[in-house]
């Protein structure tokens, strides 16, 4: 059974970043993606970024390009989402999750429905 674990800042003031790791385990397989998603209060789980673990390839939607930045540590077994500039719109609750569906990496979009495994979640809220 695959397993993540998230963790990272939680309460960030507005204007600062934060660090969030997905720590994953039995993902034996090198063709896994891994995906981050967010549900802020009041609206749907919306996929950000991913990141292909056959060549570290990745994807990032419009919104979050360029403050954003999705990488991974091979030998922690280990997916990291950095976040810059971060405003009060970035709060919510952010989710890593495993995906074995994608096929010809870099990824194209995150879509909830292509991923099998999650993380329980890290709320993240940004201050004004």
């Known amino acids: 059974q695959v397993m993540l674990v998230e963790s990272g800042v939680v309460l960030v003031q507005s204007g600062g970043s934060l660090t969030l790791s997905c720590a994953a385990s039995?993902?034996?397989?090198?063709?896994?993606?891994i995906g981050w998603f967010r549900q802020a209060p009041g609206k749907e789980r919306e996929g950000i970024s991913a990141?292909?673990?056959?060549?570290?390839?990745?994807y990032y939607i419009d919104s979050v390009k360029g403050r954003l930045t999705i990488s991974r540590d091979h030998a922690k077994d280990t997916v990291y989402l950095q976040m810059n500039n971060l405003e009060p719109e970035d709060t919510a609750v952010y989710y890593c999750?495993?995906?074995?569906?994608?096929?010809?990496?870099?990824?194209?979009?995150?879509?909830?429905?292509?991923?099998?495994?999650w993380g329980q979640g890290t709320q993240v809220t940004v201050s004004s």
């Open positions: 999750a495993a995906s074995l569906e994608i096929e010809d990496p870099p990824p194209k979009a995150v879509i909830a429905d292509d991923y099998s495994y």
């Open positions: 990141i292909s673990l056959s060549d570290n390839s990745t």
């Open positions: 039995r993902l034996t397989s090198i063709y896994w993606t």
